[in-house]
């Protein structure tokens, strides 16, 4: 799991007030959870993480884990992001799946904002089940946060 930690104090303070933003954390600690899963008794667990990768640059990586006897053959999967600059959503399908017990799509997502980002599943989500059933995350229950630099 990969952590970004503030390093420079002062040289945090000077970015924050030239972009108009206030620092993330206090000098030394950690300034990204980058993993949020959720756990749902009934169909899994909905999973993303979220890595900022320099360049006002993030790496999301959402993705869902059935129980054991279940599987998906469809699935959409959206990712919201926020940054100083707004919100934007990443879209992953619709697609089929042939079956799968799990799925991960990742992403590459360039041109944010430098500022403090934040990551979510959205409940518009969802993997439909071989039983013809359908499986949602929880709104608001996975969000991840992030440093954009």
């Not at 040289?11 to 600690?29: E, F, N, S, V």
């Not at 980058?34 to 790496?59: E, H, I, K, M, R």
């Not at 707004?86 to 879209?91: A, I, M, R, T």
């Amino acid at each position: 799991m990969l952590r970004i930690t503030v390093l420079d104090a002062a040289a945090q303070q000077l970015a924050a007030a030239r972009w108009g933003i206030k620092p993330a954390a206090k000098p030394g600690h950690d300034v990204a959870d980058d993993y949020s899963d959720y756990d749902n008794p009934q169909c899994g667990t909905a999973w993303l993480s979220g890595n900022a990768v320099g360049n006002l640059s993030v790496d999301i990586s959402p993705g869902f884990t059935l129980n054991p006897n279940q599987r998906a053959i469809f699935y959409y999967w959206e990712v919201g992001l926020s940054d100083s600059g707004g919100v934007s959503h990443q879209h992953r399908g619709p697609s089929g799946l042939l079956e799968r017990q799990s799925w991960k799509g990742d992403k590459h997502v360039p041109g944010l904002s430098p500022s403090n980002g934040m990551a979510w599943i959205e409940s518009t989500s969802y993997a439909t089940l071989d039983d013809g059933s359908s499986c949602y995350p929880a709104p608001g229950a996975v969000i991840v946060h992030y440093a954009i630099f």
